[in-house]
Every structure is written in structure tokens, then in C-alpha cells.
């Protein structure tokens, strides 16, 4: 099972900043977060992953709580071809399995003109 | 690098036929996935190899798949024979091996089975 929660929906207005909420409470010391999306009918799409800092590339920030349990993704200028299945997944190290990507449900994120 | 190419893109197929799709990873990645995608269920992680060996395959539905990695720059998920509720979108993803990796994935193949 996923160990992520995520809202099943957002809507957000083009131009605007678009911030993802994620609940992994039951994060351990050595797992990472990753954020991944999925456009209609294509593969998923790699976004940015942390540890214990704030990232940001040039998709994405990603901003994770001091105690790890919770993260936002931030969008910070939300285009139409935002509008996509977005998906936060902790990856770790399963014995030797060397990190399996398991995915919840998502959110799904709706960028209104 | 073309990245994760998968054939076929698009399948359909009779119950009971072999079904055979296919996955070529991207060049030096070491760690491979197989997932399917569902209205109902949504992605499933079906397999994950590491260095051509099967490391997970506690997704696999059941004895009817079986998926196979000769190589490192192939693999197969093979369905004998199929049903209609194998109908899905099949993704194959690739990576460098560890936790802190990115995975790319394949356009996947849209398998119908009538």
C-alpha cells in the first residue's frame, strides 16, 4: 500500500502558484520523498525528490516539514499543461529490494484559464 | 538517449491468446519496472528488476505472468493465456539502481482483450 496520502483534487488558476499538499506520517529516517505526475495517457513524468531539505529545479519546489511527516509541491506559475495526476511516492530501501516506487491515488490537478 | 521505448504501443488480442509486450530501458540504467494501469485499481507495480534479477514480483496477478530480463537492455511481460480483466495501459520504467534515482518511464501499451 502507498504510505502517502494526497487530496483526490485541486483546482488552480493559470499564472497562479499551485501547492500540492502530501501526508507521509509514517516517513522513516532513511526514506525519500519523490513527486511524480502523469499527463492524460502518457507515462508518469519525474518531478523532484528530497530527504530532509527543500529542493527546486526547474519544475518544481519541493518543501518538506522539519519533522518529515508532510511536503508541498509547488507549482509557482501554473500553466494549462500543468493539468495532470500528480502523484507523491516515499521510496526506500525494502531490505535488498533498493527502492520500489509505489503509487497512491494522486491528486488531480486542474489548471483553469 | 530515445529513452524507455516499449512495443507495442497499442495491442489487441482474443481470450486465450499469448501476449507478449516488450521493453527496451535506457542505456546503463540497472533497475527496471513493470506496471499496469486501471480505472479501478490505477498504477500497479507489477515487477522491479535489479541488475536482470527479479528483486519484487509480489505484484504479479497471478500465474498467467510471468515477466523475464535476459539482458540489460530487454525485457518481456508475457500473459498466457489472457482474459478481458487483463486490459489495461502496461508501463515498463527504468533507473540507476538506488533510492535516490529517478525513474523514467515508457509511453506504455494500451492492451485490450476482447
Known amino acids: 500500500d502507498a504510505k502517502t496520502t494526497q487530496p483526490p483534487s485541486m483546482d488552480c488558476a493559470e499564472g497562479r502558484a499551485a501547492n500540492l499538499p502530501c501526508n507521509h506520517s509514517t516517513i522513516s529516517g532513511n526514506e525519500y520523498v519523490y513527486w511524480y505526475r502523469q499527463i492524460h495517457s502518457q507515462g508518469p513524468q519525474y518531478i523532484i525528490h528530497g530527504l530532509k531539505n527543500n529542493e527546486t529545479n526547474e519544475m518544481a519546489s519541493l518543501i518538506i516539514t522539519e519533522d518529515r511527516k508532510s511536503s508541498t509541491l509547488i507549482l509557482p506559475h501554473a500553466t494549462l499543461r500543468d493539468t495532470a495526476v500528480y502523484y507523491c511516492?516515499?521510496?526506500?530501501?525494502?531490505?535488498?529490494?533498493?527502492?520500489?516506487?509505489?503509487f497512491g491515488k494522486g491528486t488531480k490537478l486542474s489548471v483553469k484559464p | 538517449d530515445a529513452g524507455v521505448i516499449q512495443s507495442p504501443r497499442h495491442e489487441v488480442t482474443e481470450m486465450g491468446q499469448e501476449v507478449t509486450l516488450r521493453c527496451k530501458p535506457i542505456?546503463?540504467?540497472?533497475?527496471l519496472f513493470w506496471y499496469r494501469q486501471t480505472m479501478m485499481r490505477g498504477l500497479e507495480l507489477l515487477i522491479y528488476f535489479n541488475n536482470n534479477v527479479p528483486i519484487d514480483d509480489s505484484g504479479m496477478p497471478e500465474d498467467r505472468f510471468s515477466a523475464k530480463m535476459p539482458n540489460a537492455s530487454f525485457s518481456t511481460l508475457k500473459i498466457q493465456p489472457s482474459e478481458p480483466r487483463d486490459s489495461a495501459v502496461y508501463f515498463c520504467a527504468s533507473s540507476l539502481a538506488g533510492q535516490a534515482t529517478e525513474a523514467f518511464f515508457g509511453q506504455g501499451t494500451r492492451l485490450t482483450v476482447v
Open positions: 542505456s546503463g540504467h540497472n533497475s
Open positions: 511516492i516515499v521510496r526506500g530501501n525494502y531490505g535488498g529490494s533498493q527502492g520500489n516506487l509505489i
